[in-house]
């Protein structure tokens, strides 16, 4: 086996890793933001302010996320086609 194959097996286990981690977080970050409306719902308590701000917080997260996985999966794919099938 050349070192390119070795290099293509090294980007789709590193892919691989990345996606599951990734997919990991984004289950976490999802149980925190219901968890997170639950308390907004019960705590009558809290300001219209604070809520909003707890809310545009958890939009901003929930984007940034999207951004860098789109930033990830971008990188991947310039990787993969340079070790692409060209002799």
Do not use: H
């Not at 981690?21 to 970050?29: G, K, M, R, W």
């Amino acid at each position: 086996m050349d070192q390119k194959q070795y290099f293509k097996q090294m980007i789709a286990f590193n892919r691989t890793a990345f996606d599951g981690s990734f997919a990991a977080l984004v289950t976490f970050q999802e149980q925190a933001d219901r968890m997170t409306s639950t308390m907004l719902e019960q705590a009558t308590w809290l300001p219209e302010e604070g809520r909003k701000a707890i809310s545009d917080w958890a939009l901003a997260c929930k984007k940034g996320r999207e951004e860098f996985k789109k930033v990830v999966d971008e990188s991947f794919q310039k990787v993969e086609a340079y070790f692409g099938d060209s002799k």
